[in-house]
């Protein structure tokens, strides 16, 4: 399995990143930072043709962008939100079937999973 890890502008911590390392899991970390609160068009196109070399993408909270590209791409998005409530997660491309977003407030999963996000999933704040 190969991911690609992608940072945002605001979140450029690598404990997740070690932690899949440590796991045994190829993972590389994209050159590209994605906003995490807009749809950037201009990286989408340059994210789908990244993610061709990869079985998946993830991210530290949600990014739209990312969504986007893996959407396009037909690839899995895994993102772990730890912020609360945020705001992106009520976007259509969280609702995307390539999207699987985790979240660490189980409150917020259920009103996601009732407006139709449904492939979100609860999941503990990590520590290191």
Not at 26 to 53: F, N, P
Not at 74 to 97: H, M
Not at 107 to 115: F, G, I, N, S, Y
Request: net charge negative; with cysteine; proline share 4%.
């Amino acid at each position: 399995m190969r991911i690609l890890f992608v940072h945002s502008l605001t979140i450029q911590r690598d404990d997740i990143l070690w932690g899949i390392i440590e796991l045994g899991i190829d993972v590389e970390s994209s050159t590209t930072l994605v906003d995490l609160d807009a749809v950037e068009e201009d990286k989408v196109e340059s994210l789908v043709a990244e993610l061709a070399g990869y079985d998946l993408a993830f991210s530290q909270n949600f990014s739209a962008t990312l969504a986007e590209a893996c959407h396009i791409a037909g690839k899995p998005y895994l993102s772990w939100t730890y912020d609360s409530p945020l705001v992106a997660l009520y976007r259509k491309e969280a609702a995307y079937e390539t999207s699987y977003p985790f979240h660490f407030d189980k409150k917020q999963c259920q009103r996601l999973k009732a407006a139709g996000v449904t492939n979100i999933r609860h999941m503990p704040l990590p520590a290191n």
